[in-house]
């Protein structure tokens, strides 16, 4: 009896601290920060959720399950041969990172990218080469249209997945 009574109270309490995680998401990522396998950044509204997952991939699902967008970085590698020892060293995609205008997936000490935000041609294209100066990605948010923007502060929009409406 004691132990059925304590499985029901750890069950409430992790109930509870599910709920405390989901108001507490965040649909933001700054400069510096990163995302890990398994971490993600939602929507305020819940809608789209953008998760590194375990396999490498960054995928936007849409109402907790609709894949709408991906790094295509699942189960990619990359190996090199160690010049000194000659080992032959494996990376995987395992971060989203963010520094000043550049938004990648990389391994998990940063060396090698496998996918990155081509913020440059976006930019062109949507500012028509017209790009304001100054214009650094500082912040990612993830938006209640589905869009996932990367954010100059003040300034605008440098990169976005082009997901909104889907």
Aim: no cysteine.
């Amino acid at each position: 009896m004691l132990k059925k009574t304590a499985l029901i109270l750890m069950a409430i309490f992790m109930l509870q601290l599910a709920d405390i995680s989901a108001a507490s998401a965040k649909n933001t990522l700054a400069v510096g920060e990163s995302l890990t396998p398994g971490q993600m950044l939602s929507s305020p509204s819940g809608r789209f959720n953008l998760v590194m997952q375990n396999d490498g991939n960054l995928v936007l699902y849409k109402d907790a399950g609709n894949p709408i967008w991906d790094t295509n970085t699942d189960d990619a590698e990359y190996k090199w041969r160690d010049p000194i020892t000659g080992r032959v060293i494996y990376r995987s995609p395992q971060l989203l990172t963010l520094t000043p205008n550049l938004l990648r997936v990389t391994d998990q000490f940063k060396d090698y990218t496998f996918w990155r935000a081509d913020v440059q041609r976006w930019s062109n294209e949507h500012y028509q080469g017209n790009v304001p100066a100054g214009l650094i990605g500082d912040t990612l948010v993830v938006q209640d249209d589905g869009n996932v923007v990367l954010y100059a502060t003040g300034k605008g929009p440098v990169w976005a997945s082009n997901t909104n409406g889907r």
